[in-house]
């Protein structure tokens, strides 16, 4: 039976990653480079080691450059294009109708525990979590299954009793590693890329109502206790 779901942060609850790409190809475009999808798609949902978008350009340019102005420059162009961005349709909807089924909802996120606060006290949304497992509190982020680990382990639930929702790669193979069930919702960005193991794939929130994705899940759910471990099994 499910008891939980837990959530991605970025790119599932607000597409902040689809800006941050813009921002960051602008950036390149600025010195007559390119970045493209194939080699910022390494770095989406995980942390900020996978990938220096400020070292590869340098790699390009086969000099240094003013890192500070750019670095600068391309975060003021974020943060122009998140000013105006919307979450992504149905998540309001998918957390109301979880609290009304009297699940327990968490957040596994691979950005800082500052980041996600901060966007999640501008919509409204900061109190509509049991918790929040964040790259500040885990020695790796996805897709090591260490933060889906410990939201599991702060919800109380066994892997097999939650529902991850991701958006990106990464953070599916995250929630598969710990054991979870996995709804993907790639947003523009990440639905261009290539995903692997998955228990359903949604273009959006909309498109299945929550308690019906609850309720193809509780099957499986039950089948998983159900199955005997290799240890029971007779010789």
Not at 136 to 156: F, I, Q, S
């Amino acid at each position: 039976m499910i008891k939980a779901i837990i959530f991605d942060f970025d790119g599932l609850i607000l597409d902040t990653e689809t800006p941050e790409f813009e921002s960051f190809q602008e950036m390149y475009r600025a010195h007559g480079c390119e970045l493209t999808l194939d080699v910022w798609g390494t770095c989406i949902g995980t942390g900020p080691e996978a990938f220096n978008p400020y070292d590869h350009l340098e790699s390009l340019l086969g000099a240094a450059y003013d890192r500070e102005s750019a670095r600068t420059l391309r975060r003021e162009r974020h943060e122009r294009k998140m000013q105006d961005a919307e979450l992504r349709p149905g998540v309001r909807q998918y957390l109301a109708q979880g609290q009304e089924m009297g699940l327990r909802i968490g957040l596994a996120s691979s950005s800082t525990n500052e980041w996600v606060t901060k966007y999640l006290s501008r919509y409204g949304l900061l109190g509509e979590f049991e918790c929040l497992c964040t790259r500040d509190m885990v020695a790796r982020v996805k897709p090591d299954p260490e933060l889906y680990l410990r939201a599991l382990a702060a919800l109380g639930v066994q892997p097999h009793e939650a529902i991850a929702f991701e958006d990106s790669p990464n953070g599916t193979l995250a929630a598969k590693r710990a054991g979870m069930f996995c709804v993907t919702i790639p947003n523009p960005v990440t639905a261009q890329l290539s995903f692997g193991e998955y228990d359903m794939r949604l273009d959006s929130m909309e498109q299945l109502s929550f308690p019906d994705v609850v309720r193809r899940f509780n099957q499986a759910s039950a089948e998983a206790v159900s199955k005997p471990s290799k240890e029971s099994e007779p010789l």
